[in-house]
């Protein structure tokens, strides 16, 4: 059992963040979001000053929000931080806290504290899943030793929500710029089709603003999750007894299963639009399958089923996106542990020609229907099923997602199937790709 923290977090404050958590969920657009979590950070920690950094996808650093507590943007916000805090913060993805950060031996040195005359300073990471998305910085420079140990934690539990808030608002502004850029496309080829096209227009508006929907509430449920276990889990909290832990037990799978459902929706969207982009590198593919294997055994596998792995001797070295191969091959795993009761899963990898590699899972399990075998890929497709519990568990994109990617890597997915016999679940990667528009182009 946990122990209780000899200082407990204020109540009135656990409320208040819960309050505050309450409204960003509900915030959808994310400039508001920005500005208001900025404002309540200020106010939450009684800082000077306060900013919002977001990573871009390259790398980079953008300071999306930076003012002072009467509500003034601040110009030049890059030249107004400590980048050595800041840094590290994103690096590691840890909370600072720096009484004194002219005198503190960890930034003394760095040239913009000095420059600046900074004092008190604390950052704090936004994590979504275990990535560092950007981080909330708050400082005092009139006054140092403004902030403490007390105060770092509730900036981290703040910091923990927001991060989810922001990551669904961010997802709900590209999913509506598709929305629109999709809209206006099919509006001009209206024109030169004629009324033909209204269809066509409608049904697709219908199916994004669907999908815009589905996917907000999932995260909002997320996001309402997260707070739950974040609290929980609180020291300050206190001690937590067997149903408590259960609890937690509980709304962890709950948070589990939410986001599979999510990034499913989240990859079909994306390749909808054309958006999913390939980053690709060579890899030995007999490490790369050895440890897709050490994954595959941490599924639940019935006790009369053993997993096996099946490589040719001398598998080439091949130019592949691993996450992408990687969640092809997973997915094809979960479907043969959901249908197999006994006798082994097998993924293999032999090489069928010099240019061509030949991947799968083979299972002894329950075979598909002839009639369903040409479906399997097709979106939103679900076997018909006697266990309901079964049928809920995903969203019927996954083999559709995952032929998506087979083919984005130059390669074709198929199946091979016998009722009551089992599956096998083939594709095909090439040695040497042809080269895509964009590395062809001079």
């Known amino acids: 059992m946990q122990g209780v923290h000899e200082k407990a977090m204020d109540s009135n404050l656990l409320e208040k963040i819960l309050t505050i958590s309450r409204r960003m969920a509900e915030t959808r657009a994310l400039a508001p979001l ?98 560092t998305i950007g981080a909330v910085y708050v400082e005092n420079r009139s006054i140092r030793g403004r902030f403490d140990n007390d105060s770092l934690s509730p900036l981290t539990l703040f910091a923990n929500q927001a991060a989810i808030s922001i990551e669904n608002a961010k ?32 049904a697709n508006e219908t199916r994004v603003a669907w999908m815009n929907n589905v ?11 997260s707070g739950a276990l974040t609290l929980l889990q609180m020291p300050a909290v206190g001690a937590l007894n067997d149903k408590q832990f259960a609890t937690i037990g509980k709304a962890a799978d709950s948070v589990e299963h939410t986001l599979s459902l999510i990034n499913d929706l989240f990859d ?8 999913l982009n390939l980053y690709l590198e060579v890899v030995s593919l007999t490490d790369f399958l050895h440890s897709v294997y050490d994954v595959g055994q941490g599924l639940p596998w019935p006790d ?21 191969i990687r969640q092809v091959l997973l997915n094809l795993l979960s479907n043969a542990n959901k249908y197999t009761s006994k006798g082994s899963v097998t993924l293999y990898a032999h090489q069928l020609e010099q240019n061509e590699i030949l991947l799968g899972v083979a299972d002894t399990g329950e075979g598909i229907e002839p009639d ?44 091979e199937s016998t009722l009551s016999f089992g599956s096998n679940f083939m594709f095909t990667l090439p040695v040497n790709p042809a080269p895509t528009d964009a590395e062809a182009a001079p």
């Open 34 to 131: 920005l500005d208001y979590v900025v404002d309540e950070a200020i106010q939450l920690t009684g800082a000077e000053r306060g900013f919002i950094v977001l990573k871009e996808p390259d790398g980079t650093l953008e300071f999306r929000v930076k003012r002072d507590r009467t509500g003034q943007d601040l110009a030049q916000p890059e030249d107004q931080v400590s980048k050595s805090i800041l840094n590290k913060v994103i690096e590691t993805g840890e909370s600072v806290l720096s009484l004194d950060a002219m005198t503190d031996a960890r930034f003394d040195a760095s040239k913009s504290v000095a420059d600046l005359k900074l004092r008190s300073i604390m950052c704090a990471p936004l994590i979504v899943s275990g990535d």
């Open 171 to 202: 997802l709900i502004d590209v999913l509506e710029e598709r929305v629109a850029a999709r809209t206006s496309e099919l509006r001009q080829a209206l024109e030169q089709l004629e009324e033909n096209w209204a269809q066509i227009v409608e």
């Open 215 to 225: 996917i907000h509430d999932l995260r909002t449920g997320l996001t309402v999750i």
């Open 268 to 275: 079909f969207s994306k390749l909808e639009a054309g958006g």
């Open 304 to 324: 009369e089923v053993t997993l096996r792995l099946d490589l040719a001797p001398q598998l080439p070295d091949i130019p592949i996106d691993p996450v992408r």
């Open 372 to 415: 369903m075998v040409n479906q399997l890929f097709e979106r939103f497709f679900q076997q018909t099923d006697a266990d309901k519990d079964r049928q809920r568990k995903g969203t019927g994109l996954g083999l559709a997602i995952s032929k998506a990617l087979v083919e984005l890597h130059g390669g074709r997915i198929w199946v």
